[in-house]
């Protein structure tokens, strides 16, 4: 069946996506609003990674507090953004970490956007895609828990890292730095190479040997690293 959402012509589905993006971003801003004003941080366990980072002059400073348990969910992209909105509540007395939350939740619906777009979806179901993305229930913590922030941040740099190869049909050292910026902000994209192999295979894409290599190194190193820390953690708390 022809889709009647086909017979406007491009500039005008461009137009059609703004606007919609315009009402969501509207939309959540009022939505999110209390979280925006009140920038609450929950004792459970928002406050565990939050504080820590107050102190951080510099990475021996953080590394210290790594190896003495003071960090105990080790994530350094996200850590990094905290340490950003640790640096913003001293400049201006409000540290954002809802407003970060918010804006990254924005850059992963435009991603998807991207994405569907990329693939060569007709409109109709690029907006509907979209639309679902942006409006799912579980995509509230995203925003209103901070601890959840090292999924949206691995979330948006993962998107970009597909993106990049949808463009360029090819493996990139930008793909590979989009890689290590998402998997050391949440571990859960670790099986992305994989992913990549069976895409360039199913593509015939030529594979950089090398760049598939890293990518293979970095996530493996960042699960050294997750799995290390996590063990000495639990055995300092079994034995201490």
Request: proline content about 3%; overall charge positive; aromatic content about 14%.
């Amino acid at each position: 069946m022809h889709n009647s959402f086909m017979k406007y012509p491009l500039v005008e589905n461009k137009k059609i996506s703004v606007i919609i993006g315009s009402i969501l971003v509207l939309f959540f801003s009022i939505l999110y609003s209390g979280y925006l004003k009140n920038d609450s941080i929950l004792s459970r366990d928002d406050k565990e990674l939050v504080v820590p980072m107050k102190d951080i002059k510099s990475i021996g400073d953080y590394i210290e507090k790594v190896s003495s348990n003071k960090i105990l969910d080790v994530q350094p992209v996200r850590d990094f953004s905290y340490w950003i909105n640790a640096k913003l509540y001293d400049l201006v007395g409000y540290p954002g970490f809802h407003l970060i939350n918010l804006i990254l939740f924005f850059l992963c619906i435009y991603l998807v956007y991207r994405i569907l777009t990329l693939l060569n979806f007709n409109p109709t179901i690029i907006i509907m895609g979209s639309l679902i993305f942006a409006l799912h229930p579980i995509m509230v913590s995203s925003v209103g828990w901070i601890s959840a922030r090292k999924h949206s941040l691995a979330l948006v740099f993962i998107l970009c890292a597909i993106i990049d190869l949808l463009k360029k049909e090819k493996l990139t050292w930008k793909l590979l730095l989009f890689y290590l910026l998402s998997v050391f902000s949440h571990q859960i994209v670790v099986l992305f190479p994989i992913w990549v192999i069976y895409y360039t295979k199913l593509k015939k894409i030529t594979l950089n040997k090398k760049i598939l290599v890293a990518l293979l190194l970095v996530g493996s190193s960042s699960l050294f690293i997750r799995t290390s820390h996590s063990l000495i953690i639990s055995l300092a708390t079994y034995f201490l």
